[in-house]
């Protein structure tokens, strides 16, 4: 492999059986591979491309990470004599060189008044982490389909990172967060927002939120209405990735209707059970969860209950456009005997329990909707610049950069809106946010998911294409669902108007 050609040398290999091409700088023998490529033989046997240095188009054609795969990675047998490599892979936790590919507060050079030194710590960890154990199994369960493997899941909890994914609160105390990077104390909401923003950053949806993303919003109606045997039980199991649980609101009948939905709890006539029949559909995680946070209706209204699997509990697998990492499901209650100590929050009191984590959950997604359009422009900035067609890289075509320049535009505005939102938050209790942010949350997440749309298109029209443009492709396919998730985006509109109307002072004319 340290074997040193010359051009001359490598051009004599340029046939079928014999074959070997320059690529940035390093010789490949692709003999025996030509007959495997995906990409088929002939175009290897081309006359510009076989013995020839064939880095333009190769980096037109492969992104960069096909030659760090081992497999790929074999076939290089030397270097080129007097060339020296260009193309740098990033290690893990490299920060992008790419204009925009990071927020401003990442950006060498830039300046913000939210983020502290354990901020900037907890983010480098999170970067490392991601590429070094949640990266290559989100690619491999990509490919089969399966959810995240165990030790995803389990180095995830030596860091105590599904804790701090539920944001600041008591359910942190006592534990150490990052290996001691930031205290429980001073875990606030730009703490959390970091690891959101740079777990999504793998780009692959269904592996994500196959990722806890079901305890993310399962669990907090049991941490804060949970009684207090039911907490002690349930949330250390959960949080330490043993066990695993999932919000169950939406049904085939009724979604943004929370108030319709069908599913039934019975009290038994000794008032010790209830008895739940009904179905529930579109359940993040639940083909694989053990806990079901679910919400029905009793006599008076609705009610949340914890439910076990056990007898009566069927999950089926949904398919969805993304994968079925996400363990997306269809869930049946048939006479599951649910015990009253399973009650979150007060008998027929459900709506409000339901509703209380939807500022947050709205965050989360917008934040994430935020930090994965980056990504597409990142991704959008580095195929336009190592494309070439007509003689020129894509980016050198006005009619990219123009697409580029609302793409950047966007991503730039929500990363502002959403660091004011979460200074807010830190600085507000929950009443304040429930009062004066749902409007706000509410705007955001609608605003977001809106523009993610509008990037998804203009990406698609910069790199239309599966391989090289797999993450664009995979985002296009995807993104319409955070226009649902966590109330769809007409009636978060809606809402924030209605929460706004009802704050006009009474003596207000114009
Ligand atoms: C991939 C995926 C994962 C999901 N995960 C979960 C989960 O883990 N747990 C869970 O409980 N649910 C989950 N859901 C369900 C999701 O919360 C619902 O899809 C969402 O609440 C919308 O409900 P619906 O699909 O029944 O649409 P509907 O309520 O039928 O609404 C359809 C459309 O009508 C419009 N609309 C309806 N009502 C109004 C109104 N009042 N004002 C203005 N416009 C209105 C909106 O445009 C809306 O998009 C998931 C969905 C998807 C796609
Ligand atoms: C070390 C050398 C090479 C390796 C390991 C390699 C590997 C691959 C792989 C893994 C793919 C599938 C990519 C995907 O779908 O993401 C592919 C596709 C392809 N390759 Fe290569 N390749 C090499 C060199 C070349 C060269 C020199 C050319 C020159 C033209 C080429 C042309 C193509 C084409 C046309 C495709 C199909 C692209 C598409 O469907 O979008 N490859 N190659």
Redo the contacts with the bound molecule.
């Keep these: 492999m340290s074997k040193v050609y010359s051009a001359e040398e490598v051009a004599k290999h340029n046939k079928e059986g014999d074959l070997w091409?320059i690529?940035d700088a390093k010789v490949?023998d692709?003999s025996k591979?030509a007959n495997l490529?995906?990409?088929?033989r002939t175009?290897?046997l081309?006359e510009d491309?076989a013995g020839k240095d064939?880095t333009t188009?190769?980096f037109?054609?492969?992104?960069h990470e096909?030659?760090l795969?081992p497999r790929?990675a074999r076939?290089?047998i030397g270097t080129l004599r007097g060339s020296k490599e260009q193309i740098m892979a990033p290690k893990p936790g490299d920060l992008s060189g790419v204009p925009y590919g990071e927020p401003t507060w990442m950006t060498p050079g830039f300046y913000s008044p939210y983020y502290k030194e354990s901020h900037r710590k907890l983010q480098v960890f999170m970067r490392k982490f991601v590429e070094e154990i949640v990266m290559p199994d989100a690619q491999d369960r990509e490919e089969d389909g399966k959810r995240p493997s165990s030790y995803v899941v389990e180095e995830s909890a030596k860091c105590n990172l599904h804790a701090m994914r539920l944001g600041p609160g008591k359910h942190l105390k006592g534990l150490t967060l990052a290996g001691g990077i930031v205290t429980p104390e001073e875990f606030d909401y730009f703490h959390e927002l970091i690891i959101t923003q740079e777990l999504c950053r793998i780009g692959f949806r269904g592996y994500s939120d196959g990722m806890q993303g079901g305890m993310v919003i399962g669990l907090p109606p049991v941490l804060n209405f949970g009684r207090p045997e039911l907490k002690a039980k349930i949330v250390p199991e959960v949080l330490s990735g043993k066990k695993f649980i999932c919000l169950a609101i939406s049904e085939a009948f009724a979604g943004s209707d929370v108030a319709g939905l069908k599913c039934t709890a019975t009290k038994t006539p000794d008032g010790k059970h209830f008895i739940v029949n009904g179905t529930k559909k579109w359940i993040t995680n639940g083909h694989f969860s053990d806990y079901f946070t679910v919400a029905c209706r009793t006599d008076k209204g609705l009610t949340v209950f914890l439910i076990e699997r056990g007898e009566g509990v069927e999950t089926k697998q949904i398919k969805t456009s993304y994968s079925s990492a996400a363990g997306t499901a269809f869930i049946t209650f048939e006479n599951v005997k649910v015990p009253v100590e399973n009650m979150l929050g007060p008998e027929n009191g459900g709506l409000l329990v339901v509703l209380s984590n939807f500022n947050h959950e709205r965050w989360v997604i917008a934040g994430s909707s935020a930090r994965t359009q980056r990504l597409i422009v990142e991704e959008c900035l580095k195929w336009g610049h190592q494309r070439y067609v007509f003689g020129k890289s894509l980016l050198e075509q006005p009619v990219i950069r123009a697409k580029l320049s609302k793409m950047i535009a966007r991503v730039e505005a929500i990363q502002g809106w959403l660091e004011n939102i979460t200074y807010q938050m830190c600085h507000m209790n929950y009443n304040e946010q429930s009062n004066k942010l749902a409007g706000q949350i509410a705007f955001f997440k609608m605003y977001c998911t809106q523009t993610a749309q509008l990037t998804a298109e203009d990406a698609t029209q910069v790199c239309p294409?599966?391989?090289?443009g797999?993450v664009i492709e995979h985002y296009h396919r995807t993104v319409p669902f955070d226009a649902l998730l966590g109330g769809a985006e007409d009636v978060l509109g809606d809402l924030g108007v209605r929460q706004a109307m009802r704050n006009i002072p009474k003596n207000t004319k114009l």
């Design positions: 091409v690529i490949f692709l591979f490529h995906p990409g088929g175009v290897l081309d491309i064939a188009a190769f037109g054609l492969h992104r096909v030659l795969i790929y076939l290089q294409r599966t391989g090289m797999r």
